[in-house]
């Protein structure tokens, strides 16, 4: 098999716009699960069994069924409903919602490790609830589970290529268009390939710098 560099290069310019539009999607998904994932470890630690078991069951159905039927849902059926965002903007809500629930469950076993003792001490210091959170728990939470939160950024840059079935042209979905239309897809999909690889190597660096900081100040 011949492989042809000329259309290569060619080729070469149309992946990487659709690589900014995977990073986008990314960095907008992992935005939005951090503070969905928040919203909802604070819902599961509510005293009222009337918010605390509907979060729940929110959550197990969410992690329950296959992202893509996610994205099928959100992009087919709400616009049915009257609520229109676009092939983008689902594909950054659906991979946010599907991740926020994973990372709820990070958020929680940081919220745990928080010594008993701190808990105490702000009470004794007169913190407000809000101040408790914001100032000793949070912080000390999250630096604990920044690995995790790390694996997970790339867990969802992984999956962006889901997105073409919605129409997003990300990465995927503009080599999929441009092999239709030249057949040539060995050149396309291994450009592709190289691309992911290329920025998964900084991703996963990030990681491990995120579990040696872990170590050293956790």
Known sequence: MRV??????????????????????????????????????????????????????????????PLLIQLFFLFYVLPEWGIRLGALGTGIFALGLHYSTYIAEVYRAGIESVPK??????????????????????????????????????????DTPLLATITVIEMLGAGLSAAASSYRYFEVFTLIGLIFLAMSLPAGALVRWLEAFNKRYA
Not at 22 to 37: D, H, K, S, Y
Not at 125 to 146: E, G, H, Y
Request: aromatic share 8%; glycine share 6%.
């Open 117 to 158: 003792g701190q808990w105490e001490a702000s009470t004794a210091l007169s913190f407000s609830r809000v101040d408790t959170w914001r100032r000793v728990v949070l912080p000390q939470a999250v630096i604990t589970v920044l690995p995790m939160l790390g694996n997970y950024l790339v867990a969802m840059f992984k």
């Open 4 to 65: 042809d560099l000329d259309y290569a290069v060619r080729v070469l310019p149309t992946l990487l716009r659709g690589a900014v539009t995977t990073l986008q999607a990314t960095l907008g998904g992992m935005a939005l699960a951090l503070v969905l994932g928040l919203a909802f470890v604070l819902l599961l630690r509510s005293q009222n069994k009337w918010v605390s078991r509907p979060t729940r069951a929110v959550l197990e159905f969410v992690r329950g069924t």
